[in-house]
């Protein structure tokens, strides 16, 4: 992906911008398409794993001097005594795998300089 416009939506000056999903030429992302689970006798049953580039992150910071993309993501995970353990995965991708991002909402049009679609139509 160009440089300039990775510059353009994430900012060149040193800022956390997000949240977004970061497309990389790469498979990057294991994700379970279920939930894995016990059944008789204890066995365990595995839910398919998808293999992908789309990596979902929460912010994303560009570090242009080393042509990267610094992405985190957070996780919640319930314990079984019911509370929430919080961890976090620290994701660095070299900006010329970066084939594509997608955010989730019209925000970044403006950072753009492109006005939003009047979909309300």
Same mark, same amino acid.
């Given at each position: 992906?160009?440089?300039? +416009?990775?510059?353009?939506?994430?900012?060149?000056g040193g800022?956390?911008? $997000? %949240?977004?999903?970061?497309?990389?030429?790469?498979?990057?992302?294991? &994700?379970?398409? $279920?939930?894995?689970?016990?059944?008789?006798?204890?066995?365990?049953?595995?839910? %398919?794993?998808?293999?992908?580039? *789309?990596?979902?992150?929460?912010?994303?910071?560009?570090?242009? &001097?080393?042509?990267? @993309?610094?992405?985190?993501?957070? !996780?919640?995970?319930?314990?079984?005594?019911? &509370?929430?353990?919080?961890?976090?995965?620290? +994701?660095?991708?070299?900006?010329? !795998?970066?084939? $594509?991002?997608?955010? *989730?909402d019209l925000?970044? +049009?403006? &950072?753009? $300089?492109?006005?939003? %679609?009047? @979909?309300?139509?």
């Amino acid at each position: 992906m160009n440089a300039g +416009l990775l510059a353009t939506m994430f900012g060149s000056g040193g800022r956390w911008s $997000g %949240p977004c999903t970061l497309i990389v030429n790469a498979d990057a992302s294991v &994700e379970a398409v $279920g939930n894995d689970s016990i059944i008789q006798g204890g066995q365990k049953s595995y839910a %398919p794993r998808l293999i992908t580039g *789309r990596v979902v992150v929460d912010a994303v910071r560009l570090l242009p &001097e080393q042509a990267a @993309l610094v992405a985190v993501r957070k !996780h919640v995970v319930r314990q079984s005594t019911g &509370e929430d353990r919080v961890e976090f995965t620290m +994701l660095v991708v070299n900006m010329d !795998h970066v084939v $594509g991002v997608e955010f *989730r909402d019209l925000r970044t +049009l403006s &950072e753009l $300089g492109i006005r939003p %679609p009047d @979909l309300e139509k």
